[in-house]
Every structure is written in C-alpha cells, then in structure tokens.
C-alpha cells in the first residue's frame, strides 16, 4: 500500500511557475515509477508526466514538453513537476500516481495508487 499526499498548487498568471511535490508513506518508493495527471471539469483525467523507478527515464504529454519538468528524490520519497510558462489551459486538479509497472505508463489503469489532488489555476 502506497499513500500519495500533493501539495504546492495555487492560483498564478499566465507565464508564471508553479511547483508541485508528492510525498509518499512507505519504503519502496524507490520500486515505483510515478506519473502526474490532470483533470479540468468537464474533461477526463490526462496524462502529464512519468518518471520511471529504474534509471529515472521521463516521458511528457506533447502540451506540455519543454515546459515542464517530473524529477524525483528518492531519500525523501517525493516526486516534483516543476510547471514554467504556464498557460490558462493548465488549469486543473492535478494528481500524482504510482505504479510498479515495467513499461512506460501512460494510462489512468495502470496506476494502483493515487493521491487527491491539488488544484491549478492560471489566470490569463
């Protein structure tokens, strides 16, 4: 069982950056690869960014590439999405998830655990 608390979200103008940090309770956190996505209302939750438990490799959705930025720290179990250039378009619940999965996940289903959530708003 892996718990995932977010934080770090807010409400910024557009152009601005945004950092958010998931920390997990456990000691394996280390064994899971941990993905960020988002859900705006009225929209399905969309995948954001991945970074794999083995060699640390990362993966981003096309809207946000060159922006922003998924790293991990593993001593402190937490992952980060640094968020540069933000965009009213950003806005949105955005979670962190993990999963013990192997190959690159992408998809809301393969993730086993997840958090509640931290709310982005950009302002235009």
């Known amino acids: 069982q892996v718990q995932l608390v977010e934080s770090g979200g807010g409400l910024v103008q557009a152009g601005g950056s945004l950092r958010l940090s998931c920390v997990a309770a456990?000691?394996?956190?280390?064994?899971?690869?941990m993905g960020w996505f988002r859900q705006a209302p009225g929209k399905e939750r969309e995948f954001v960014a991945v970074i794999m438990r083995s060699g640390g490799a990362t993966s981003y959705a096309d809207s946000v590439k060159c922006r922003f930025t998924v790293y991990r720290d593993n001593a402190k179990n937490t992952v980060y999405l640094q968020m540069n250039s933000l965009k009213p378009e950003d806005t949105a619940v955005y979670y962190c998830?993990?999963?013990?999965?192997?190959?690159?996940?992408?998809?809301?289903?393969?993730?086993?655990?997840w958090g509640q959530g931290t709310q982005v708003t950009v302002s235009s």
């Open positions: 456990g000691r394996t956190f280390s064994t899971y690869s």
């Open positions: 998830a993990a999963t013990s999965r192997s190959l690159v996940p992408r998809n809301t289903y393969e993730y086993d655990y």
